[in-house]
Nanobody, 121 residues
Framework: QVQLVESGGGLVQAGGSLRLSCAAS????????MGWYRQAPGKQRELVSN???????NYADSVKGRFTISRDNAKNTVYLEMNSLKPEDTAVYYC???????????????WGQGTQVTVSS
């Protein structure tokens, strides 16, 4: 089995910072692309940022210059450093990862359970 466990969400004032972490564990052969999505109430889930195994990154326009994604391949962990937070960043943040399992000899997409980020004005 594979699990993605997120941590680091919380309540912060506008202009503040938070750091999210997401660790993949279980019967993993390799972790390929990892990413962060978010879903605000009444809105569709949207991509925030993603990072390949070779550390190429991609950001939504709304977070460019404020958020930084990184990963530790040895720990199968992805991070999202969020600075200059705005009330519109309020959402449940989900991590996902493309994981190749040797047992199934296939790659699948896995999701974390989500962590709430609330930015007060």
């Amino acid at each position: 089995q594979v699990q993605l466990v997120e941590s680091g969400g919380g309540l912060v004032q506008a202009g503040g910072s938070l750091r999210l972490s997401c660790a993949a564990s279980g019967s993993i052969f390799s972790v390929n692309a990892m990413g962060w999505y978010r879903q605000a109430p009444g809105k569709q889930r949207e991509l925030v940022s993603n990072i390949t195994s070779s550390r190429n990154t991609n950001y939504a326009d709304s977070v460019k210059g404020r958020f930084t994604i990184s990963r530790d391949n040895a720990k199968n962990t992805v991070y999202l450093e969020m600075n200059s937070l705005k009330p519109e960043d309020t959402a449940v943040y989900y991590c996902n990862a493309r994981i190749f399992r040797f047992s199934t000899r296939s790659e699948s997409i896995y999701w974390g359970q989500g962590t709430q980020v609330t930015v007060s004005s």
